[in-house]
């Protein structure tokens, strides 16, 4: 007699594989009928109704958030300038996302696949050109005929970002578990009866501009126009004892002014704050692109050229500290604060190494998750693969902001990173995804002063409004983002823990302030905001507790 659980009744290897296929037979069946029926939707302009039906079919009537989502995509539109776009598309980094979009699509046959780039191309550009502007069903509008979707693309591409939506669940609740498991202090600290230090300090704060001449280049051996301009916080009036140093790098396509809120803050509290300009990869930079001025976005140089700005900077200050700050400037144990770029920027400077056999790897590859800080990582292959000894001695703890560097550093490079590290990632982070970036850079640090605070509900971009203002870029997009409820607290978030930690590890003099510890962070959290907080004694089991999770979504067949 035959049990119905016996192997004898389970269903053959071949015979799930069989089954799998024939569901994404019928998907694909479904898509291809709603694609062909959506011409008839999009000639009535009845694009909600299109959006509406296809996510209810595709997702199911249980999956209402989902569903919102999806709706919302179908019918966003994005309207660019066209000569922007087109500058944009020409950068290499342009270039890849064509490599990346192209794939979507069958484009009709061709020699090469320049020439079909060069198609999709010039497709984009007159999409932009269309008064209502770039979306899926415009684009089925202009070229019905020419093009037909990558079916098994779009579905391997959707698994991919519904996996990195389960992992960064599933992150979030293991550091929120690992956070707790943390705060073992009985009774907690008092933290209410202790200063704010969410709020300013009791310095005024001075700004000035500094401005350092740069006669060499990054090599040492040839001239270089590359001058190093300078924003400068600084408390008044100068504390008696020695100054904190705090040298603040800003993110591509950005300026100190968008860290300047954190930069006024650490002045108020005693430290010395100064913020350049990286000059090939900041805002103007970007504008001089968009203005058909520049051919690309920043060069490859840029990740060497930013460290050693920080590098010429402390130098210059170092030349002028008896002369124009008393000598009162500390610059043997300086602090830098780096926001996305700025934070590969830091971690180059405490000693991370570029991997440039792993980078070739992952960047390779077609991609496995939606990562698209790979986007600027990959631009470091354009440097000749060598050994470049950036790190600085004179730096002495790193607080990061939405870091970027998982593959341009790899395991191998950030295990070179020997001083105290405060990584700030957030949960919502799209460009830099906290899965893929800040934990794996977290996890790939080894020395015992590591930490890592997640900021619930926070994005990788403050302020979209301003970014494009900033860069003089064209953009619309509708529908536009609802508001929030309500004042998030990030900001404060960051401008007490990074006075904490560089008190902690800089002045080594906290005079009864709070210690960087799980119970602090919680103490500061607001929901729905939460922040928490792990060190590195809870790395190991971060990484068993996620390290079984499959990476980039599976085979199309698993589907």
């Known amino acids: 007699m035959v049990h119905a659980d016996s192997p ?296 060497i050229d930013r460290p050693l700005d920080v590098s010429r900077l402390l130098d210059g200050l170092e030349q002028r500290n008896s002369t124009d700050f008393g000598g009162l400037l500390n610059l043997r144990a300086v602090g830098v604060m780096g926001y996305s770029f700025g934070a590969y920027t830091a971690f180059a400077l405490a000693g991370a190494t570029i991997d440039f056999e792993a980078l070739e790897t992952a960047c390779h590859l077609p991609w496995r998750e939606p990562n698209l800080s790979l986007l600027l990582q990959c631009q470091a292959l354009g440097l000749p693969h060598s050994h470049y000894p950036l790190r600085d001695q004179r730096i002495q703890a790193i607080v990061s902001l939405d870091a970027v560097g998982s593959e341009v550093f790899g395991m191998q490079g950030m295990e070179q990173v020997q001083i105290p590290t405060l990584l700030l990632a957030s949960s919502h982070d799209v460009a830099a995804p906290l899965v893929c970036e800040q934990i794996r850079l977290f996890q790939g640090l080894v020395n015992s002063h590591c930490y890592l605070g997640v900021m619930q509900g926070k994005t990788h971009i403050r302020n979209l409004q301003r970014l494009t203002e900033s860069l003089n870029l064209r953009l619309k997009i509708l529908p536009q983002s609802v508001e929030t409820c309500c004042e998030t607290p990030f900001d404060q978030y960051i401008n007490a823990l990074s006075v904490v930690f560089f008190n902690q590890h800089l002045t080594h003099n906290p005079k009864g302030l709070p210690q960087l510890t799980a119970d602090y962070a919680a103490y500061l959290s607001q929901a729905p905001f939460e922040l928490w907080l792990v060190s590195s004694t809870s790395s190991r089991t971060l990484g068993e507790r996620l390290g079984g999770e499959t990476r980039g979504g599976g085979n199309v067949e698993e589907l």
Not at 15 to 27: D, F, G, I, P, Y
Not at 219 to 228: E, G, V
Not at 231 to 246: E, G, I, K, M, T
Not at 250 to 267: F, K, N, R, T, V
Request: one cysteine or more.
């Open 8 to 303: 004898a009744n389970s269903p053959t290897h071949s015979q799930k594989a069989q089954s799998r296929q024939t569901v994404l037979e019928q998907v694909k069946a479904l898509l291809i009928q709603l694609l062909r029926r959506s011409q008839g939707f999009i000639a009535a302009q009845t694009l909600p109704h299109l959006a509406d039906r296809t996510c209810r079919v595709y997702l199911g009537k249980a999956h209402q958030v989902h569903q919102a989502r999806c709706r919302r995509i179908l019918r966003s539109q994005l309207t660019l300038d066209p000569n922007q776009l087109g500058y944009f598309l020409g950068t290499s980094i342009g270039d890849t996302i064509l490599s990346w979009f192209e794939r979507f699509f069958r484009l009709p046959a061709s020699p090469d696949r320049v020439t079909q780039k060069h198609l999709l191309k010039n497709l984009l550009i007159q999409m932009a050109e269309d008064p209502e502007g770039l979306s899926l069903p415009s684009f089925m509008r202009h070229f019905p005929g020419a093009l037909q979707f990558n079916l098994e693309q779009l579905l391997l591409t959707a698994g991919q970002v519904e996996q990195l939506i389960k992992e960064t669940e599933a992150a979030l609740t293991t550091l929120q578990d690992l956070a707790a498991a943390e705060r073992m202090i009985d009774p907690p600290p008092a933290f209410s009866q202790g200063p704010d230090l969410q709020k300013p300090g009791a310095f005024e704060v001075v700004q000035h501009l500094l401005v350092l001449e740069d006669e060499e280049g990054a090599d040492n051996s040839k001239p270089s126009s590359r001058r190093i301009r300078v924003r400068c916080y600084q408390p008044h009036p100068w504390p008696a004892q020695s100054v904190p140093v705090v040298i603040q790098s800003h993110g591509l396509a950005s300026g100190p002014e968008d860290l300047e809120g954190y930069a006024q803050h650490l002045a108020s509290h005693g430290y010395f704050v100064a913020a350049p300009w990286h000059t090939g990869s900041d805002a103007q930079q970007v504008r001089s692109l968009l203005e058909g001025k520049s051919q690309d976005l920043f060069e490859a140089q840029e990740f």
